[in-house]
């Protein structure tokens, strides 16, 4: 205990001192160079716009002069030394990806809507600011009627958002909560169409094998079963902290249960009696057949 105190404490504290004049010097080379930004744009727009590729996108040469500030507050926020222009309009070419986040960012803050090309840009470099906009994202396409571009979204939501391990069947996203609303297009899935969606009778099947006296008691008070995509079926209640569904059980299943627990005779015997039984009835019964063999016989 106290070589691991006595080791801890004098590391963490020069680890501490460390990062405050770390922090504390890129503070001052940002304030620094900040004074000159706005000149710094001025003198470089036009060369700036060309260099990251965004002259083609119909923004007004206000809004480039704003994404091109913004650029620019990145690129020197990570430098400590005042670069050059030609250093500068460089990098800026050779960072277009890595700053297209940026770039989609301010253009989303500046437009209420996007035009086609805004839209196309936004979600092909945009990465994870697509995943923070993805609603509005979504609803843009549709209106613009970009259907095409929805696979990127997809892509950028299962790379930086937070996929969901259920599908939306109306939208696509993995983006299905456990109320079973989608996040993205707001669909409610019918409780039919998600039991389709992870196959549910195969997993009961299994549920129903594999559990133990106590855990089927357990489910048949509760009525329900949970679904973890990893774990598959469980009795509840569902885990904290993890994406987890409900599903209530129908009738029969509850009696497959009783079944199993030895609390009713099964199901498949109670429906075969009944058939016997009607096959009894049918056959005592006096048919067209019989009248028609004892006239002619
Ligand atoms: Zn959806």
């Known amino acids: 205990m106290f070589i691991v105190w006595f080791r801890e404490v004098p590391k963490r504290s020069k680890n501490s001192s460390k990062s405050r004049g770390r922090r504390k010097s890129k503070h001052t080379s940002v304030r620094k160079l900040k004074i000159d930004i706005g000149n710094l744009v001025l003198n470089i727009f036009e060369d700036a716009v060309l260099a990251l590729g965004i002259s083609h996108l119909g923004l007004t040469d206000d809004e480039l002069k704003i994404v091109v500030r913004n650029v620019i507050e990145y690129l020197l926020s990570g430098i400590s030394y005042r670069p050059s222009k030609s250093t500068i309009l460089n990098r800026l070419s050779k960072g277009r990806v890595r700053f297209a986040p940026i770039i989609s960012e301010t253009i ?7 035009s086609e090309d805004l839209l196309e840009y936004v979600v ?7 995943a923070v906009n993805v609603q509005r994202l979504y609803s843009e396409i549709l209106r613009k009627g970009r259907e095409d571009l929805l696979g ?5 939501w299962e790379t930086f958002g937070k996929p969901l391990p259920i ?9 299905i ?17 998600f039991r389709k969606t992870i196959d549910f009778n195969s997993l009961f099947h299994i549920f129903l094998e594999i559990t ?5 008691r357990k489910t048949l008070e509760h009525q329900v079963l949970v679904y973890d995509p990893q774990e598959g079926l469980k009795s509840p209640p569902p885990s904290y ?12 299943e509850l009696l497959r249960i009783e079944e199993k627990l030895g609390l009713r ?8 009696e009944k058939e016997e039984r009607k096959e009894r009835k049918a056959k005592e019964k006096p048919t067209l057949d019989m009248f028609l063999k004892a006239n002619t016989g």
Request: net charge positive.
């Open 241 to 252: 902290g993890k994406v987890q569904y409900i599903i209530p059980l129908k009738e029969d």
């Open 124 to 130: 092909s470099f945009g990465g994870p600011i697509c």
């Open 212 to 216: 133990d006296e106590k855990v089927l």
């Open 265 to 272: 005779k099964p199901q498949r015997r109670i429906v075969k």
């Open 152 to 156: 990127l979204l997809r892509e950028a």
């Open 108 to 114: 989303l803050s500046l437009r209420k809507e996007l």
């Open 177 to 193: 909560k456990p109320d079973y609303t989608c996040l993205i297009c707001g669909y409610n899935v019918k409780e039919e169409e």
């Open 167 to 175: 599908k939306c069947p109306v939208c696509g996203f993995s983006s």
